[in-house]
């Protein structure tokens, strides 16, 4: 899997809860991302994602 390419990176928030970010993005296809929010929690991480009609896409994922 082709990584992204972070091309500007904005923190948000930073607590000691966890930390929120804007970051703008390129996407191996080319397509380029303005506004993806990543929410980094202590133990977890949370992103919301929405796709052109502002439905939000959700995907169940488990890492060690």
């Known amino acids: 899997m082709e990584k992204w390419k972070t091309i500007k990176s904005e923190p948000l928030a930073d607590s000691r809860w966890g930390k929120v970010r804007k970051d703008s993005v390129d996407l191996p296809n080319g397509q380029h991302i303005d506004d993806f929010y990543a929410i980094s929690l202590?133990?977890?991480?949370?992103?919301?994602?929405?796709?052109?009609?502002?439905?939000?896409?959700?995907?169940?994922?488990?890492?060690?």
């Open 42 to 64: 202590n133990d977890a991480v949370a992103i919301v994602a929405l796709d052109d009609a502002g439905n939000i896409v959700l995907k169940k994922e488990y890492r060690y």
